[in-house]
C-alpha cells in the first residue's frame, strides 16, 4: 500500500469503512478477462520454490520491486511491482490493493493479475477500480484512494499488481520499506538518476547493501530472504524495527524544482519559508485574543487560556490538498472557520499567542514513537504538528511537566492542540521520549522531547471493604487518575451516553476482580481536563475468599494484577516498549470475620530494577487487614539484554499478587502444609 505523508494528526492509514467497497468489487471477476497479459516478471516470481514457511505464515512474498527515476529537470516517477503467494486463507486481503493518491502525486499506470494453482489467469485494470476519498474525516481533501480486487486470491494462487506513481517535486527523496509482517523471497530497489546527478544511501535496521552498477547513472540494490518482522504485545512501532532504505538524490547544481535536505536545519528553513506568513496576525485574531486574556495578568494563564481555547473551540478536521498537505492556512482564516487539521491549529494558537506578546515555534513530529529516523534528516517521517512555546521569564511553570530546556530559547513549554483530551503541560504518549524538528526563525533542530515523570501518570485506589463469613466481599472503592490514566479513561466515558456511564466502571471492575457485581458508582471532575478524575465505586463479589476445610484464604491484593505473562512462552525477539511512565498505588482495608483469627500473611516484598518497581505490605490489627501495594514503570523502554530481568520482576511480581492471608477458626489448631 503506498501511504502519502502529510501533516495530518495521523499517517494515512486504511479505513474501516471502505472495506464494504470489498463486495462490490467482487463483481469484477465478471468483467476480468482470462488468459489477459500477465506480465513475465510474475510468471517468472510464480515458478519460484519457496523454503518452507511456518504454520501460521498468511503468505509469502516473492517479489517486491520498486523502480525509482528522476528526469532532468527533477521530476521523480516510481514504478511499484509487487507478487504474493497466497498461503492460508487469511492471505486473501492481500488481493485488495489500496493506491493513494492526490494532485502532486497522480497514478499514470495501475494493473494487477492472478495465476490461479490450475494455471488459470486474470487480469485486472485502473478502469475496474473504486475510487474514494482517503480520508472519512477531511472535509475538504483531494487525497484519494483506488481500491483494486485481485481475482482469484485464494490459498494456492499468486497474485501480482504494478502501477507507477508521481513523488511531489520538492522531496527529492525516497523511502523503500523493504520487510514485511511475513517472508519476502526477493526485493529490489533501482535507482536511475540524470547525468551528473549523485546520490547518498542510508540504511536502518539492515546491515548496508552495496549496489549493482545496471547502466549509466543506474543502480540496483538486491535482497533475498527477508525474514518476516515478529508480531508481538508491547513491541516497539513497526518502523521502529524494520528494516528499511532511504535514499537522497540531487544534481550537482540545484535545480528549481526540487529540494536536497543534508540537514536538519535544511528541512527546517524549508519549512519556515512554507509556512511564512501563515501566522500573521489580523484584526479579527487581537480582537479574539483580548477577549480571551482580557482579565489575566499573569503570562502563564494568558498561555492556558489561549491553549485552551483552540484546543477545544477550534474543530479538528484533516484538510489535504496538494502541498496543503504541509501548508498550513493563515491564522485568521483557520479563526473564522472554526475548524482546521493539526498544523491550522498549532498556526492559529500561535498567532494568537504572537498577539499576546509570546513567541512560539513549530515542531514536527511523528505521532509514533520512534518512528523517525534520526540519522536521515528527511521531511517525509513527519505526519503531526505542535507547538513550542516560549513563555516570558516571569511566567510561573510550576506544574508544568512537558517543558524541555533549549540552549538559545530557554524553557520551552511543549502543547498539542489538536489532542482534546490531554490538559495543557502534559503531552500525549505517544509524543513522550520522541523527536521532533524545532522550526524557528531561518533553521531547524533535532530535540528530544520529555519522558514525563511517573508522577505525572497516576491511579491511586483506596477501599474500604468487608468480607463475610461466606467469603463474600463488597464495599467501595475511589479510584483517583491524573496524566493518561485519566485522559484514557474520561474519553471512554465521554464516548457514551451519561446513562451508560456506568457500564464503563463495570467493565473496570470486571478487570480488576473476576465476578464483581457494581451496586453503586459516581465520577467527579469528568469535564475538568486539568483536575484528577475521582471515580467512586461499590460492589459485591460473591465468594471472593475460599474455604479450605476449617481454614479461610483471602487474596489479598484484591484490585487487579500488576504483574504480566508477556514473556512466558516463546522466546522474545522485540525489545518491550511501554506507553508511558505510570505510578499505582492501593490501599486495601479489610474487615474480617469476627469468628475467624488469622494464621497467616503475606510477606512484605520489595523488588527494584532499571525499568520497574514494586512494593507490598500487608498488616493485621484485631479483625482489620490493611493491604499496600505501590507499582512504577520508571523507564518506557527495555532492551533485549533486559529481558531476562523483566521477566523475573513480573515473575515475583505474580507471585507476590497470588499470596493469601490464611484465616482458622478458633480452637483450630491445623496447620497449612
Same mark, same amino acid.
Given at each position: 500500500?503506498?501511504?502519502?505523508?502529510?501533516?495530518?494528526?495521523?499517517?494515512?492509514? $486504511?479505513?474501516?469503512?471502505?472495506?464494504?467497497?470489498?463486495?462490490?468489487?467482487?463483481?469484477?471477476? /465478471?468483467?476480468?478477462?482470462?488468459?489477459?497479459?500477465?506480465?513475465?516478471?510474475?510468471?517468472?516470481?510464480?515458478?519460484?520454490?519457496?523454503?518452507?514457511? =511456518?504454520?501460521?505464515?498468511?503468505?509469502?512474498?516473492?517479489?517486491?520491486?520498486?523502480?525509482?527515476?528522476?528526469?532532468?529537470?527533477?521530476?521523480?516517477?516510481?514504478?511499484? %511491482?509487487?507478487?504474493?503467494?497466497?498461503?492460508?486463507?487469511?492471505?486473501?486481503?492481500?488481493?485488495?490493493?489500496?493506491?493513494?493518491?492526490?494532485?502532486?502525486?497522480?497514478?499514470?499506470?495501475?494493473?494487477?493479475?492472478?495465476?490461479?494453482?490450475?494455471?488459470?489467469?486474470?487480469?485486472?485494470? !485502473?478502469?475496474?477500480?473504486?475510487?474514494?476519498?482517503?480520508?472519512?474525516?477531511?472535509?475538504?481533501?483531494?487525497?484519494?484512494?483506488?481500491?483494486?480486487?485481485?481475482?482469484?486470491?485464494?490459498?494456492?494462487?499468486?497474485?501480482?499488481?504494478?502501477?507507477?506513481?508521481?513523488?511531489?517535486?520538492?522531496?527529492?527523496?525516497?523511502?523503500?520499506?523493504?520487510?514485511?509482517?511475513?517472508?519476502?523471497?526477493?526485493?529490489?530497489? =533501482?535507482?536511475?538518476?540524470?547525468?551528473?546527478?549523485?546520490?547518498?544511501?542510508?540504511?536502518?535496521?539492515?546491515?548496508?547493501?552495496?549496489?549493482?552498477?545496471?547502466?549509466?547513472?543506474?543502480?540496483?540494490?538486491?535482497?533475498?530472504?527477508?525474514?518476516?518482522?515478529?508480531?508481538?504485545?508491547?513491541?516497539?512501532?513497526?518502523? =521502529?524495527?524494520?528494516?528499511?532504505?532511504?535514499?537522497?538524490?540531487?544534481?550537482?547544481?540545484?535545480?528549481?524544482?526540487?529540494?536536497?535536505?543534508? /540537514?536538519?536545519?535544511?528541512?527546517?528553513?524549508?519549512?519556515?519559508?512554507?509556512?511564512?506568513?501563515?501566522?500573521? /496576525?489580523?484584526?479579527?485574531?487581537?480582537?479574539?485574543?483580548?477577549?480571551?486574556?482580557?482579565?489575566?495578568?499573569?503570562?502563564?494563564?494568558?498561555?492556558?487560556?489561549?491553549?485552551?481555547?483552540?484546543?477545544?473551540?477550534?474543530?479538528?478536521?484533516?484538510? !489535504?490538498?496538494?502541498?496543503?498537505?504541509?501548508?498550513?492556512?493563515?491564522?485568521?482564516?483557520?479563526?473564522?472557520?472554526?475548524?482546521?487539521?493539526?498544523?491550522?491549529?498549532?498556526?492559529?494558537?500561535?498567532?494568537?499567542?504572537?498577539?499576546?506578546?509570546?513567541?512560539?515555534?513549530?515542531?514536527?513530529?511523528?505521532?509514533? %514513537?520512534?518512528?523517525?529516523?534520526?540519522?536521515?534528516?528527511?521531511?517525509?517521517?513527519?505526519?503531526?504538528?505542535?507547538? =513550542?512555546?516560549?513563555?516570558?521569564?516571569?511566567?510561573?511553570?510550576?506544574?508544568?511537566?512537558?517543558?524541555?530546556?533549549?540552549?538559545?530559547? *530557554?524553557?520551552?513549554?511543549?502543547?498539542?492542540?489538536?489532542?482534546?483530551?490531554?490538559?495543557?503541560?502534559?503531552?500525549?504518549?505517544?509524543?513522550?521520549?520522541?523527536?521532533?524538528?524545532?522550526?524557528?526563525?531561518?533553521?531547524?533542530?533535532?530535540?528530544?522531547?520529555?519522558?514525563?515523570?511517573?508522577?505525572?501518570?497516576?491511579?491511586?485506589?483506596?477501599?474500604?471493604?468487608?468480607?463475610?463469613?461466606?467469603?463474600?466481599?463488597?464495599?467501595?472503592?475511589?479510584?483517583?487518575?491524573? *496524566?493518561?490514566?485519566?485522559?484514557?479513561?474520561?474519553?471512554?466515558?465521554?464516548?457514551?451516553?451519561?446513562?451508560? %456511564?456506568?457500564?464503563?466502571?463495570?467493565?473496570?471492575?470486571?478487570?480488576?476482580?473476576?465476578?464483581?457485581?457494581?451496586?453503586?458508582?459516581?465520577?467527579?471532575?469528568?469535564?475538568?481536563?486539568?483536575?484528577?478524575?475521582?471515580?467512586?465505586?461499590?460492589?459485591?463479589?460473591?465468594?471472593?475468599?475460599?474455604?479450605?476445610?476449617?481454614?479461610?484464604?483471602? %487474596?489479598?491484593?484484591?484490585?487487579?494484577?500488576?504483574?504480566?505473562?508477556?514473556?512466558?512462552?516463546?522466546?522474545?525477539?522485540?525489545?518491550?516498549?511501554?506507553?508511558? $511512565?505510570?505510578?499505582?498505588?492501593?490501599?486495601?482495608?479489610?474487615?474480617?470475620?469476627?469468628?475467624?483469627?488469622?494464621?497467616?500473611?503475606?510477606?512484605?516484598?520489595?523488588?527494584?530494577?532499571?525499568?520497574?518497581?514494586?512494593?507490598?505490605?500487608?498488616?493485621?490489627?484485631?479483625?482489620?487487614?490493611?493491604?499496600?501495594?505501590?507499582?512504577?514503570?520508571?523507564?518506557?523502554?527495555?532492551?533485549?539484554?533486559?529481558?531476562?530481568?523483566?521477566?523475573?520482576?513480573?515473575?515475583?511480581? *505474580?507471585?507476590?499478587?497470588?499470596?493469601?492471608?490464611?484465616?482458622?477458626?478458633?480452637?483450630?489448631?491445623?496447620?497449612?502444609?
Amino acid at each position: 500500500m503506498l501511504k502519502t505523508w502529510c501533516f495530518t494528526k495521523r499517517p494515512p492509514r $486504511r479505513l474501516t469503512d471502505i472495506c464494504k467497497y470489498a463486495i462490490i468489487l467482487s463483481l469484477v471477476w /465478471t468483467s476480468t478477462a482470462l488468459f489477459a497479459g500477465t506480465p513475465e516478471w510474475l510468471k517468472q516470481a510464480a515458478q519460484v520454490q519457496l523454503p518452507a514457511a =511456518a504454520d501460521d505464515t498468511d503468505a509469502v512474498v516473492l517479489l517486491d520491486e520498486r523502480l525509482t527515476n528522476v528526469s532532468p529537470d527533477g521530476e521523480v516517477r516510481t514504478t511499484y %511491482r509487487k507478487a504474493y503467494k497466497i498461503l492460508r486463507p487469511t492471505g486473501r486481503s492481500k488481493g485488495t490493493l489500496y493506491v493513494y493518491f492526490d494532485s502532486d502525486t497522480q497514478l499514470t499506470f495501475l494493473k494487477a493479475w492472478s495465476i490461479t494453482s490450475q494455471n488459470l489467469e486474470f487480469e485486472v485494470k !485502473e478502469s475496474d477500480a473504486i475510487e474514494t476519498a482517503a480520508f472519512s474525516e477531511g472535509l475538504y481533501a483531494d487525497t484519494r484512494c483506488k481500491i483494486l480486487q485481485i481475482p482469484a486470491a485464494q490459498p494456492g494462487s499468486v497474485i501480482g499488481y504494478e502501477y507507477q506513481q508521481k513523488q511531489r517535486k520538492f522531496v527529492q527523496q525516497a523511502i523503500w520499506y523493504f520487510q514485511d509482517e511475513i517472508p519476502v523471497h526477493r526485493a529490489r530497489f =533501482a535507482l536511475e538518476l540524470p547525468s551528473r546527478w549523485n546520490y547518498t544511501a542510508h540504511w536502518r535496521n539492515h546491515s548496508a547493501v552495496n549496489p549493482q552498477s545496471t547502466g549509466e547513472n543506474r543502480w540496483t540494490w538486491d535482497l533475498a530472504d527477508i525474514e518476516p518482522v515478529a508480531s508481538e504485545p508491547m513491541m516497539p512501532g513497526w518502523r =521502529a524495527v524494520a528494516g528499511e532504505f532511504e535514499v537522497s538524490f540531487a544534481a550537482q547544481k540545484p535545480i528549481a524544482s526540487g529540494q536536497s535536505y543534508a /540537514t536538519w536545519a535544511d528541512i527546517g528553513r524549508w519549512y519556515e519559508e512554507l509556512t511564512k506568513g501563515s501566522r500573521d /496576525t489580523s484584526q479579527t485574531i487581537r480582537d479574539k485574543t483580548r477577549e480571551i486574556v482580557a482579565d489575566a495578568t499573569d503570562p502563564f494563564e494568558k498561555i492556558r487560556r489561549l491553549a485552551s481555547y483552540v484546543q477545544h473551540s477550534i474543530r479538528y478536521v484533516a484538510i !489535504e490538498i496538494g502541498i496543503g498537505g504541509y501548508r498550513p492556512h493563515a491564522a485568521a482564516d483557520v479563526l473564522t472557520s472554526g475548524y482546521g487539521d493539526c498544523k491550522d491549529k498549532a498556526t492559529l494558537l500561535s498567532a494568537m499567542l504572537r498577539a499576546a506578546g509570546i513567541d512560539s515555534y513549530y515542531i514536527l513530529i511523528n505521532s509514533e %514513537r520512534d518512528y523517525l529516523a534520526t540519522d536521515f534528516p528527511s521531511p517525509l517521517g513527519f505526519d503531526h504538528v505542535i507547538l =513550542a512555546i516560549r513563555p516570558p521569564n516571569d511566567a510561573k511553570l510550576s506544574g508544568t511537566m512537558a517543558i524541555i530546556t533549549h540552549d538559545k530559547l *530557554g524553557s520551552l513549554i511543549l502543547f498539542d492542540p489538536t489532542d482534546s483530551g490531554t490538559p495543557f503541560g502534559y503531552l500525549p504518549p505517544s509524543l513522550q521520549s520522541n523527536h521532533g524538528l524545532l522550526v524557528t526563525d531561518g533553521w531547524g533542530e533535532l530535540v528530544e522531547l520529555p519522558l514525563l515523570p511517573a508522577a505525572a501518570n497516576r491511579i491511586a485506589r483506596v477501599a474500604m471493604l468487608t468480607l463475610d463469613q461466606s467469603g463474600n466481599l463488597k464495599g467501595t472503592v475511589e479510584e483517583t487518575r491524573s *496524566g493518561p490514566a485519566a485522559t484514557s479513561m474520561r474519553e471512554r466515558l465521554l464516548n457514551v451516553p451519561s446513562k451508560r %456511564r456506568q457500564t464503563v466502571i463495570q467493565g473496570l471492575l470486571a478487570d480488576l476482580i473476576d465476578g464483581a457485581i457494581l451496586t453503586g458508582a459516581r465520577i467527579s471532575s469528568l469535564h475538568e481536563l486539568e483536575a484528577p478524575l475521582v471515580l467512586s465505586y461499590d460492589f459485591t463479589a460473591l465468594g471472593y475468599a475460599q474455604h479450605e476445610g476449617n481454614l479461610f484464604l483471602f %487474596r489479598t491484593s484484591v484490585l487487579g494484577e500488576k504483574g504480566h505473562d508477556l514473556l512466558e512462552g516463546k522466546p522474545r525477539k522485540q525489545p518491550v516498549v511501554f506507553s508511558y $511512565r505510570t505510578s499505582e498505588s492501593d490501599v486495601i482495608n479489610v474487615s474480617l470475620p469476627a469468628v475467624y483469627t488469622i494464621d497467616e500473611v503475606p510477606q512484605s516484598v520489595a523488588y527494584d530494577s532499571p525499568f520497574a518497581s514494586y512494593k507490598s505490605e500487608t498488616h493485621v490489627a484485631e479483625n482489620l487487614l490493611h493491604y499496600t501495594r505501590t507499582y512504577e514503570i520508571k523507564d518506557v523502554r527495555v532492551p533485549m539484554e533486559q529481558m531476562g530481568d523483566l521477566k523475573t520482576f513480573f515473575r515475583n511480581v *505474580g507471585n507476590d499478587e497470588r499470596g493469601y492471608a490464611i484465616m482458622k477458626a478458633p480452637g483450630d489448631s491445623t496447620k497449612p502444609k
